[in-house]
């Protein structure tokens, strides 16, 4: 398959990497040119714009931070749109907004263009295993043609209506939980250290009995080595996640006492961390507040 692959950070440069084991003609672009040069290497061919990216190819691909940066590679002259032949398909990947991905069905639609949403689960090393779960939002037919794409790049595809946005809006709850555990877990873990309990008996206890889930031995295990860098999920991207959830509640008019709490324990582990921080760091914060 002819794929055009657009944005090359931690996830989008991995799973790039699976097309090209999987031997589809993969030609890419990232706004920093350099981040392809390993792909190039492998056998990709860089693009010199969006457009260019997206002209003649059945499917283009965009794996970018978040709604603005969709819209930058998206739009103009030299953007995806203005590049992408009636009848091809845009397979969003990003997490972006469900006003966004509602937005942008129309505008593909209205130009002869088909577009579906597909965000991700997973972290970058699970994007390299090429092991990610993909929830997949759009036409039936679209869903099909996307379908070596997603072989090359997961373990699962969930297909959740033809709503392109549905998709996204899977994807920000599924964001929201995954913060919840890690801000109970390293709630439950600050009591039990100041108690005299060490964190890793505790979370020996709890995945061994009733918390036996990938959530809970990952984040676990990495807020037990309080290793939360290099970020493999930038508590900014998280940041923008919680903010994304939030426009959807309020539009459904859906009341989440727990996404503000999450929302401002990121903020205030980016003030005080940083932005290269992982999300997982508010467990720095939490442990912090409780005086360890
Ligand atoms: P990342 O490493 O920060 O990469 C972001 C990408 O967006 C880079 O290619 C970056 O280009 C590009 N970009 C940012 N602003 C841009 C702009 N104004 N114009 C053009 N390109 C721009 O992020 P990531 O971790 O790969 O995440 C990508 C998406 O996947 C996000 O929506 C994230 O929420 C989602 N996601 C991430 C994870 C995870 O664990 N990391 C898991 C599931 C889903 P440059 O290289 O030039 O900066």
Known sequence: MRIGYIGLGNMGAAIAGNLLKARHEVTVWNRSAAKARSLVDAGAILAATPKEAASGKGAVITMLADDSALDAVLTGETGLIAG?????????????????????????????????????????????????FIVAGGDPADIELADPVFRAAGQRVFAVGKKPSAANLVKLCGNFMILSAIESMAEAMTLAEKGGVQKAQLLEVLTGSLFDAPVFHNYGKTLVDGRFRPAGFAAPLGLKDMRLAGQSAETLRVPMPLLGLLRDHLLQTIAV???????????????KNGGL
Not at 273 to 287: F, R, V, Y
């Open 84 to 132: 992408l032949d009636k009848g091809a398909l845009h397979v969003s990947m990003s997490t972006i907004s469900v006003a966004t991905a509602e937005r942008l069905t129309e505008e593909h639609h209205s130009r002869g263009q088909r577009f579906m949403c597909a965000p991700v689960f997973g972290r970058p090393e699970a994007a390299a295993a090429g092991k990610l």
């Open 273 to 287: 961390e940083g932005e290269d921080i992982d999300w997982s760091g508010i467990g720095l914060t939490i442990a």
